[in-house]
């Protein structure tokens, strides 16, 4: 088949991202030509102002260099502006008469600086600041003159003082408005920024607005400066970054719809349907962006349709902001100015210089300014992305997720105060600095390609909040995925929600069906996802859809846990942590019969067996005549208890026969992720229930029952949920509340995840309030769990592969 | 083996049946382990059961595609060439083989060097 020809107009950041996108799903579809009308290759604009301040270079810069395109078949066109678009013929001319014909379109033409219309506006020495040729003039005028002036105090002014200062200039910062950057902070936090810049030598002119520019003596470039009221300053450069306006010219000369930027749908698509545009100069839903996370989205579903997959919506962004002045700790996100129905809790010490305002909206937080300590401001944007509910965390906002304990890191929560060589992520042993000279060097903008290039946060995950700082200081804005929608993995742009209710609406039953029928693009996933719709198959459709053992990973395909040296071990299951002399001299029998190395008491009150060959393990388990432990898969783990009132002097509840009932209606329970729960006969709570995704403590006059608690790399405490008076209660809310986090939890989720998407009021009213949602709930649960068989014995019914267990040997290779 | 008796010999080693579909099975051949995975494809390949990365035991992953990704820290695996793929880096030893008439067959030469 010929290849469709595709033309690019606008060889920057949203476009050649675009494109990026684009060879990913599809390599093959088009031809590609590009036009651009600077004469280099695709940069990183973002990072102009640190090549300003002398912190960069430009060659360090660039995005994709030459080669890239070579190497992708792209036509570049470098240091040609396009003028003139046809539609009828469907072709594009440039300025110097180079041509080309399409089938598809894309304008990625950005935006122009705003130049105010002030007298003396064309005179040398008066500038923008937006791409490398502006950069470099600025450079060298700083070497040669001393006075320069800033018009506009919003980010991008700011870093050109700053940069400019860097370079030895006397700068003035004029501002029209009452203070510093007033969309993106409010009036304290502007103010606190503004001194923390005069500490550092800049000058600010607020509420000044500009009447005239003058020339210098000699009549040869701008000499002065003057305002209205009269006052007047010398300056030998004049920077004006009092805003940006969409680059339309070109699609209103071509006769494209366009109000403020070009108008596109949530497809990307212009009102012609062969053109569509991306960036800077399109108006989506009345709204156009100047940062680049946003544009990046944008990219992202645009290439989808262009890929002709035509699945994926961009739905607009939250959008945050951060200054990238060295030294200066400043955040913003959403809505940080409040207004009617919001509230606001702040916290300021001026003394210190640090500020912070958070603003909630039904019991959502829905913006943030910070200034000083920043620390938090990748977890409050998360929760504003997710909008999670914050109503039982309102009391401990203010002071952010890492009061809460966090491990592997050296107890870093700031990577502020971290020097290059501080540890970033403990697991795989990278640094701060090698996290900042990869995303400089190689160009990265997101978590995962810093994950991917890097490994940092790629284990256990407990240094993503560092991570994502770390991103957000070198990069100035927050590069995470769109609102409340995160792709399961790469396999498909889907969210595991979508995928979830695609399971269910289409009744969907097999791994082969998801894939064909909701669009993945690899033949059978990866290891990421084919796990996860595993679950969501099984979940959904019990005794119905095909559990795929192939899909599961190995410790729930083996029935036993991994060992580092490719061993397994078992842990033969003691209903509530219970046992017998008859059960104990079978495991001593076993452990010496199968040389086993190590026999270990583990934290949930098991007898662990480790370092058992695969082969053995049918027979280990035959001997032993007990169902081995879920010790590790994502299911029910174990019930952990104390002795209760059936010996202990403090017992109010038999907290051990409680335990045992509870793990056995569980058996066989698969779930989003691990589950322990823990009983305890008083509140002593021996059983450290409070810590367990179910812990139930019993009182004189029944139980407590928490929920969400989690004892791992973040120390979580359970929630309250309700007290309930007899066992078949605890067993029925429990039951329940475990079968609505098996439904609505996403996969990897624990407990205390889906409870803090959800928020406890949900989960009440569901489980406590709604009398007859719970007992549907519970009965669907005691429906699946019905007659599970018991895969360390019934290996037919429960689907193990026995093959697996058998080594095969080669006897011939002595002969050869 | 010296150059003179370089004619290729074969072992049988199991049925292509034998194989669960993306999955692997372990041969021993002395003091090696080697899996031989089976995907989609009906594509058979074999590797030491040796990951780069810390010697996890690969016939234990999950199989997609011609890759396997390693259990023990996810690494994947590519099963054509027992290379690493970005951003890791390492390869393990592949070993020839064949299939005819469902039969899957190990070339020995390659075996003895151990
Ligand atoms: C100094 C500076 C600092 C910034 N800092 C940040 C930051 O910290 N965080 C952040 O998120 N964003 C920042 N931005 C904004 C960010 O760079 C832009 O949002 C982003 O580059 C816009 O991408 P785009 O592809 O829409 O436009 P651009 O990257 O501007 O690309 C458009 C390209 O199209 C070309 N073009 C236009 N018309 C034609 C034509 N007719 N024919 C051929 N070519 C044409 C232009 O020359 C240009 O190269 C900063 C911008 C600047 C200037
Ligand atoms: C006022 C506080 C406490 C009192 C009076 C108390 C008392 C007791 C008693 C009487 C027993 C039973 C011993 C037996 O006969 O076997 C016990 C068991 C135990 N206690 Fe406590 N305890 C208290 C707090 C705690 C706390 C805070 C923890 C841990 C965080 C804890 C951990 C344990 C454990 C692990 C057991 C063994 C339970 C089992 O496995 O059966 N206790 N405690
Ligand atoms: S929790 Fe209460 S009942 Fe249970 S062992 Fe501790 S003191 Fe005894
Ligand atoms: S041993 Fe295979 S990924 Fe570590």
């Given amino acids: ?816 | 083996m010296s150059e003179l008796t370089s004619q290729k010999k074969w072992i049988q080693v199991a049925a292509i049946e034998d194989i669960p579909i993306l999955g692997a099975r372990v041969i021993q051949a002395k003091e090696t382990r080697i899996a031989i995975f089976r995907n989609t494809e009906n594509e058979v390949f074999a590797l030491e059961d040796r990951c780069p990365h810390k010697g996890g035991p690969l016939s234990q992953g999950i199989v997609h595609g011609t890759t396997v990704t390693c259990p023990l820290h996810a690494w994947n695996i590519n099963l054509d060439k027992g290379c690493a793929l970005e951003p890791d880096e390492g390869c393990v030893k592949t070993y020839e083989l064949k299939v005819e008439a469902s039969l899957i067959w190990l070339n020995s030469d390659c075996l003895s060097e151990f």
């Fill in chain 1, 1 to 816: 088949m010929k290849k469709q020809k595709l033309v690019m107009i606008g060889n920057g950041m949203a476009g050649v991202r675009t494109i990026e996108e684009l060879l990913k799903l599809n390599s093959d579809l088009y031809d590609i030509s590009i036009f651009g009308s600077e004469p280099h290759p695709n940069y990183n604009r973002i990072l102009l102002s640190p090549v300003l301040a002398g912190e960069q270079t430009l060659e360090q810069i660039v995005l994709n260099d030459l080669e890239w395109y070579e190497s992708n078949g792209i036509q570049l066109h470098t240091g040609k502006k396009i003028t003139q678009i046809n539609r009828k013929e469907r072709t594009v001319t440039a300025e110097d008469g180079t041509s080309e014909t399409y089938d598809r379109l894309l304008l990625a033409t950005g935006s122009l600086p705003f130049i105010l219309p002030v007298p003396g506006n064309d005179l040398p020495g008066v500038m923008a600041y937006r791409d490398i040729k502006d950069t470099l003039e600025m450079i060298d005028v700083s070497t040669r003159y001393k006075n320069a002036v800033v018009i506009g105090g919003g980010l991008l002014g700011l870093e050109a003082a700053n940069g400019l200062a860097l370079r030895g200039m006397s700068v003035t910062v004029v501002h029209l408005a009452e203070w510093l950057m007033e969309k993106q902070l409010d009036k304290t936090a502007a103010d606190l920024l503004r001194k923390s810049l005069e500490s550092k030598g800049l000058k600010f002119l607020l509420n000044t607005a500009t009447e005239a520019l003058t020339p210098n003596a000699s009549g040869d470039r701008v000499g002065h400066i003057r305002f209205k009221g009269g006052l007047e300053i010398p300056a030998d450069l004049v920077v004006m970054a009092a805003g940006i306006k969409p680059n339309t010219a070109l699609a209103e000369s071509a006769g494209l719809h366009c109000n403020r930027g070009i108008v596109v749908n949530d497809t990307m698509q212009t009102f012609d349907p062969r053109v569509y545009a991306v960036g800077e100069c399109v108006s989506h839903r009345g709204t156009t962006y100047g940062l680049v996370a946003p544009l990046f989205e944008q990219a992202k579903v645009c290439a989808n349709h262009l890929a002709e997959y035509g699945i994926g919506l961009y739905m607009g962004s939250v959008t945050s902001t951060k200054l990238k002045v060295t030294g200066v700790d400043l955040f913003s996100a959403g809505n940080f100015m409040g207004g009617e129905g919001t509230e606001e809790i702040t916290l300021t010490d001026s003394i210190g210089g640090v500020y912070k305002k958070l603003v909630l909206k039904d019991d959502r937080l829905v913006g943030a300014c910070m200034f000083g300590d920043t620390a938090e401001s990748t977890w409050y944007f998360k929760l504003m992305r997710d909008m999670q509910n914050v109503a039982e965390m309102r009391d401990t906002l203010m002071f952010g997720e890492s009061n809460i304990g966090d491990v592997g890191h050296q107890g870093h929560n700031k990577v502020a105060g971290m020097t290059d060589e501080d540890e970033v992520c403990g697991c795989n042993g990278v640094t701060k600095g090698a996290i900042v000279k990869a995303i400089r060097d190689q160009g990265l903008f997101t978590l995962d390609e810093v994950k991917k290039c890097t490994k940092a946060s790629s284990s256990c995950g407990s240094c993503t909040g560092l991570v994502e700082q770390v991103l957000m200081n070198v990069l100035g804005t927050d590069y995470s995925a769109t609102p409340r929608k995160k792709f399961i993995c790469g396999c498909v742009d889907l969210s595991h929600d979508e995928i979830r209710q695609g399971i269910r609406k289409e009744h969907l039953i097999s791994q082969e069906a998801v894939r064909s029928q909701l669009g993945w693009r690899t033949p059978n996933g990866c290891a990421t996802c084919r796990p996860a719709i595993n679950y969501y198959l099984i979940s959904t459709w019990p005794h119905e859809a095909k559990d795929d053992p192939q899909s599961r990973f190995i410790n729930e395909r083996a029935h036993a846990n991994i060992q580092k040296d490719g061993t397994y071990s078992v842990v033969p299951r003691m209903f509530g942590g219970l046992t017998t002399p008859a059960e104990l001299r079978r495991i001593a029998d076993v452990a010496e019969k199968y040389k086993v190395p190590t026999v270990k008491v583990t934290g949930g009150q098991r007898i662990d067996l480790l370092g058992i060959k695969k082969d053995d393990l049918p027979a280990v388990w035959k001997e032993l005549d007990m169902p081995s432990g879920h010790a590790y898969g994502k299911s029910i783990r174990t019930v952990k208890t104390c002795v209760g009132d059936e010996h202990c002097r403090f017992g109010t509840q038999s907290s051990m026969r409680m335990g045992v009932e509870l793990e056995r209606m569980l058996f066989g329970m698969y779930s989003p992720h691990k589950v322990k729960l823990a009983v305890s006969g008083c509140p002593r709570n021996c059983a450290e229930a409070g810590i367990k995704d179910v812990g139930i403590i019993g009182v004189e006059s029944g139980w407590e029952l928490y929920i969400g608690g989690n004892g791992g790399i973040k120390t979580e405490v359970a929630e309250f949920l309700c007290k309930v008076k007899t066992d078949e209660e605890v067993r029925e809310y429990s039951g329940a509340f475990l079968q609505l986090y098996r439904e609505e939890a996403w996969y990897l989720d624990r407990t205390v995840h889906y409870l803090q998407r959800v928020g406890m009021d949900y989960i009440k009213q569901k489980i406590v309030d709604d009398a007859e949602s719970r007992k549907a709930l519970y009965e669907r649960l005691v429906f699946d769990l019905k007659d599970a068989p018991d895969p360390w014995k019934d290996f037919e019914r429960a689907g193990v592969d026995v093959r697996q267990f058998k080594t095969i040997p080669i006897i011939e290779v002595e002969s050869v």
